[in-house]
């Protein structure tokens, strides 16, 4: 008897639209700009409107997406956090990795994340706050584009350039007035990155806020990064030095006892 998986394989992908549209909809409620009319998402997904509207219906009705106290604006639903919180909660680099956020944060007393890469973005799946007034502002699940991060660069530079160009979205986006946009800047930056294992973010994402990030040597290429943000005003001679041997001395014990944990 042949399977659906045998008749189908080798065809050609062809995606299920409403699914792809209620996706389209996930996504775009959660990009940050806050509740959403009917008319705004649907310019912005080029979804008529009267489809979009039984989508919404739907998607209030399990949860997924609230509507205000007019009817008429729409964001995530709680069941979009449960699930981001059951995502968290089951990783596994995530967990072993808990201990290690809290032991650079005590150390330093500054703002510390765990970034994943995700396509030409890295998301924060962890975070443990600075002690002081003046921070980053950020939060978990957050997307930021990985050209502009310490994370995200350290990431990309465990990929040869060919990947890095295909994964990155072109012309780059400028966060800041020291955000790397022109594409041969970028790899010269990544060359520098592999040949001293660390990446620096100069207010590239922030101003008034450095970054120092390296990666998580749990795969290959890696996947997930470490980063410590300092604001600039903070930062003295000896900082440098100090935070890339604290994440240098964390990651090898990670290297160190890799063989001894389980596959991810």
Same mark, same amino acid.
């Given at each position: 008897?042949?399977?659906?998986?045998?008749?189908?394989?080798?065809?050609?992908?062809?995606?299920?639209?409403?699914?792809?549209?209620?996706?389209?909809?996930?996504?775009?409620?959660?990009?940050?700009?806050?509740?959403?009319?009917?008319?705004?998402?649907?310019?912005?997904?080029?979804?008529?409107?009267?489809?979009?509207?039984?989508?919404?219906?739907?998607?209030?009705?399990?949860?997924?997406?609230?509507?205000?106290?007019?009817?008429?604006?729409?964001?995530?639903?709680?069941?979009?956090?449960?699930?981001?919180?059951?995502?968290?909660?089951?990783?596994?680099?995530?967990?072993?990795?808990?201990?290690?956020?809290?032991?650079?944060?005590?150390?330093?007393?500054?703002?510390?994340?765990?970034?994943?890469?995700?396509?030409?973005?890295? =998301?924060? @799946? %962890?975070? /443990?706050?600075?002690?002081?007034?003046? #921070? !980053?502002?950020?939060?978990?699940?957050?997307? &930021?584009? +990985?050209?502009?991060?310490?994370?995200?660069? =350290?990431? @990309? %530079?465990? /990929?040869?350039?060919?990947?890095?160009? #295909? !994964?990155?979205?072109?012309?780059?986006?400028? &966060?800041? +007035?020291?955000?790397?946009?022109?594409?041969?800047?970028?790899?010269?930056?990544?060359?520098?990155?592999?040949?001293?294992?660390?990446?620096?973010?100069?207010?590239?994402?922030?101003?008034?806020?450095?970054?120092?990030?390296?990666?998580?040597?749990?795969?290959?290429?890696?996947?997930?990064?470490?980063?410590?943000?300092?604001?600039?005003?903070?930062?003295?001679?000896?900082?440098?030095?100090?935070?890339?041997?604290?994440?240098?001395?964390?990651?090898?014990?990670?290297?160190?006892?890799?063989?001894?944990?389980?596959?991810?």
């Amino acid at each position: 008897m042949t399977s659906t998986a045998d008749a189908t394989r080798g065809e050609a992908f062809q995606p299920v639209k409403s699914a792809g549209r209620t996706l389209d909809v996930l996504e775009a409620l959660a990009d940050g700009a806050g509740p959403r009319s009917l008319g705004e998402l649907a310019r912005a997904l080029a979804i008529p409107k009267s489809s979009l509207h039984g989508i919404l219906r739907t998607m209030i009705q399990r949860g997924w997406v609230e509507a205000d106290p007019t009817g008429t604006r729409f964001g995530l639903g709680v069941r979009a956090l449960q699930v981001g919180a059951a995502y968290l909660e089951t990783d596994t680099v995530t967990g072993l990795l808990s201990g290690v956020l809290d032991q650079l944060a005590t150390q330093f007393g500054e703002t510390v994340h765990l970034g994943r890469l995700d396509g030409p973005h890295v =998301v924060y @799946l %962890a975070k /443990r706050e600075s002690v002081h007034p003046l #921070r !980053l502002y950020s939060a978990i699940g957050r997307h &930021l584009p +990985a050209h502009a991060t310490a994370l995200g660069k =350290v990431l @990309l %530079a465990e /990929r040869p350039d060919e990947a890095v160009d #295909r !994964l990155l979205h072109w012309p780059l986006t400028a &966060l800041t +007035a020291r955000t790397i946009t022109d594409p041969g800047a970028l790899h010269e930056e990544l060359a520098t990155i592999r040949s001293r294992g660390y990446a620096m973010d100069r207010e590239e994402n922030t101003e008034g806020i450095v970054c120092f990030a390296m990666a998580v040597p749990l795969q290959a290429p890696a996947t997930d990064a470490i980063s410590l943000s300092v604001p600039a005003s903070r930062l003295d001679d000896t900082s440098e030095a100090r935070i890339v041997a604290a994440l240098g001395t964390t990651l090898a014990q990670i290297r160190a006892a890799r063989p001894l944990l389980p596959a991810l």
